[in-house]
């Protein structure tokens, strides 16, 4: 049996990629695509040849180099300008300006950006920013999607008792994995504390013998490969705070360290004070007004959520609460590409 909650999610899924189908065919029939759009800012996570089942938690995390290509080649197609994040608030704010620009943005500073995202990029000149946690770089913070993954994925059977419950739930089929994923995953997302809940499941993780710093050094750069990665005149790089936390639940003073030290460790990596930010999650119950003043007031050009859009004219007055559009997994079609880019499925997500 599935769980409701992979269930509810899986119809979800299918009827995203409905959505993207029928854009695709409207599209092919001829219909406008929307005016007075400004062009879009891509957000990636993992760039890995190796795609895994859909099935397996954070699938839909990652995209192949082969589909990173083709979705350059499909901005190229409709006309957008690439460009960096840097330079897209000054575009963004000249009325006279109306062309149509796109951003690619890497988020959590994956190893797999530099090895295989960073040569696509070259061999298209195709400049993007990467989003740094400096918890993650300097190991000091877990990853607590990847931990819950490598728990699920690795144990045949989980003793929740050091996660504060007397249960041992067995991990046979797809369903049982998924189903346990999703319930750690909602008890971190739903804390208020968030740093005790990742304290909470990485303390399971260790009693079933994974090392969740040990997942952060494997999967995320550190000083030394950021230094590397620096080098490449297309790389940029921006703050994504300290501890990866949902900023709406911290207090007014660690927001403001979230943000401020995030970006003082980003420059005495790369050398350079990131202009730009990003928000850990991006979604609404992890960004709302307070934060967007707070990344403007800390003095960042642009702030990027994954809330879905396209950038318009109104983005010009929202410098510090841009949408993305999110290349997914699940999603790795040029024909979905081509339909996010007509600005049909968010218009049609809005009704
Ligand atoms: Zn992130």
Not at 122 to 143: C, N
Not at 311 to 325: F, H, I, K, N, W
């Amino acid at each position: 049996m599935l769980s409701l909650q992979a269930l509810k999610r899986s119809a979800r899924y299918e009827l995203i990629r409905a959505g993207l189908e029928g854009t695709a065919l409207a599209l092919r029939a001829g219909l406008p695509l929307a005016d007075a759009q400004r062009g879009v800012i891509f957000a990636l996570h993992h760039v890995d040849p190796e795609s895994t089942a859909s099935w397996v938690p954070n699938a839909w995390l990652s995209i192949t180099p082969t589909f990173l290509e083709e979705a350059i080649q499909v901005t190229r197609e409709e006309g957008l300008i690439p460009i960096t994040l840097e330079e897209l608030p000054e575009r963004l704010a000249d009325p006279a300006d109306t062309r149509r620009y796109v951003c690619f943005t890497l988020d959590d500073g994956y190893r797999d950006n530099a090895r295989f995202a960073a040569p696509v990029f070259r061999r298209q000149a195709i400049p993007y920013t990467v989003f740094l946690t400096s918890g993650f770089v300097e190991r000091s913070r877990s990853i607590w999607w990847k931990t819950a993954q490598e728990l699920v994925m690795k144990s045949s059977s989980v003793d929740l008792s050091p996660w504060g419950s007397d249960e041992r739930v067995h991990l046979e089929s797809r369903a049982d994995r998924v189903g346990l994923f999703d319930r750690l995953s909602n008890a971190v997302s739903d804390a208020e504390d968030e740093d005790a809940a990742v304290a909470r499941l990485d303390t399971l993780a260790r009693a079933h013998g994974i090392d969740p710093l040990a997942i952060t050094e494997r999967l995320t750069m550190d000083a030394g490969a950021l230094a590397e990665l620096a080098e490449d005149p297309l790389a940029s790089f921006g703050a994504h705070t300290l501890t990866h936390a949902n900023l709406r639940k911290v207090s007014p003073q660690r927001l403001q360290h979230e943000m401020m030290h995030s970006a003082g460790k980003v420059r005495d990596y790369v050398g350079a004070a990131p202009a730009t930010f990003a928000y850990p999650y991006g979604y609404p119950s992890a960004v709302g007004a307070r934060e967007i003043a707070a990344a403007r007031e800390a003095g960042f050009a642009a702030a990027v959520t994954t809330e879905p859009g396209l950038l318009s004219q109104a983005s010009r007055d929202a410098q510090t609460a841009l949408p993305r559009v999110s290349l997914n997994g699940f999603y790795q079609r040029k024909r979905y590409v081509r339909a996010l880019l007509s600005g049909l499925p968010f218009r049609l997500r809005r009704r």
